[in-house]
């Protein structure tokens, strides 16, 4: 019987930082491995999912997991400092110790994409979710699926663009991939696009035809994408998005992640755009 489905679901694990990557002023990338070898075996999420981070001595809190299935043996966790737990973190070094619970929630629909050209949309932290089915989807093994790749990113400023490495040198050149980038403000030294993610996205003017659009950033920034990929002529069922940072708990206990009557942990974290239009509005 594998251990993943014997594991405690509340039993966070033991784990340790192998390196930490400087993505922006207030976002680091924590690479990490399970102390047990055979955790590390059976913990096989998939892209869209999350898990519980914790630091012993100060708490716990959701984080998306932002590597991919395909990469083996390693997790990476894209952590933005905005409180006690984050910043806890963010003092730790490489060979630190930390507990990871999970995986939990629902997944993006890769099964249902196959075939499909993917648009994905992220803003700021919010690619860090996306990048998992990014990467999924851009692996040698899975690329064949997938049609077209197109990612529209932003970010306020060049400093706060995450994963520099992938959207300006290995995404672009990925076979069948184009990055689009900007920045909210022109800056010296920045050569690219300016202007917010929603005008970017209308300027370039996708076509919905056999597409889906995947989504995540900061609310007011999702609340213009669905909108104007509404008006572009996508369909809700072409349009997904992810939810995670109203998760909690992961496992459906606390109820703080709730929206109506469905659970973020339980439900999403991961919702077509048709399913939001059933809950009370979330953005």
């Known amino acids: 019987m ?21 993505e922006t002023p207030d976002v680091k990338t924590f690479q990490m491995v399970f102390d047990d070898p055979s955790v590390m075996e059976s913990f096989r999420q998939k892209p869209g999912q999350v898990a519980q981070l ?31 737990l984050t910043g806890a973190l963010h003092r730790l070094e490489p060979g630190s110790k930390v507990g990871i619970r999970g995986p939990y929630g629902n997944h993006f629909p890769y099964e249902v994409m196959k075939g499909k050209d993917l648009l994905f949309i992220g803003g700021g932290i919010g690619l860090a979710p996306l990048r998992a089915l990014i990467d999924f989807v851009l ?14 990113y932003g970010a306020r400023s060049m400093d706060d663009l995450c994963f520099k490495y992938d959207i300006l040198d290995r995404w672009p050149k990925m076979p069948g991939t184009t990055v689009y ?21 209308e300027e370039i003017n996708p076509s919905p035809e056999n597409k889906y659009a995947i ?6 920034m999702i609340k ?8 572009m002529g996508f369909s809700d069922d072409q349009v997904v998005t992810t939810l995670e940072l109203k998760m909690k708990c992961g496992i459906g206990k606390c109820g703080r992640c709730n929206i109506g009557s469905k659970y973020v942990c339980l439900d999403g974290p991961v919702f077509y755009l048709s399913q939001l239009k059933q809950l009370p509005p979330e953005f």
């Open 215 to 220: 989504t995540c950033g900061p609310p007011i």
């Open 54 to 84: 914790s630091v012993f001595g100060v708490g716990e809190a959701t984080i998306s997991i932002t590597s991919s299935p395909t990469r083996k043996g390693i997790l990476e966790f894209s952590v933005k400092k905005v409180g006690m």
């Open 139 to 152: 692996a040698e093994e899975n690329r064949g699926d997938y049609g077209k790749v197109d990612i529209i």
């Open 2 to 22: 594998s251990n993943c489905h014997c594991r405690n679901p509340l039993k966070p694990y033991p784990a340790t930082i192998v390196k930490i990557i400087d």
């Open 224 to 231: 213009f994408v669905l909108q104007a990929l509404e008006k």
């Open 181 to 201: 980038t900007t920045i909210d403000r022109a800056e010296p030294g920045w050569e690219g696009h300016v202007g917010f993610v929603p005008a970017y996205l």
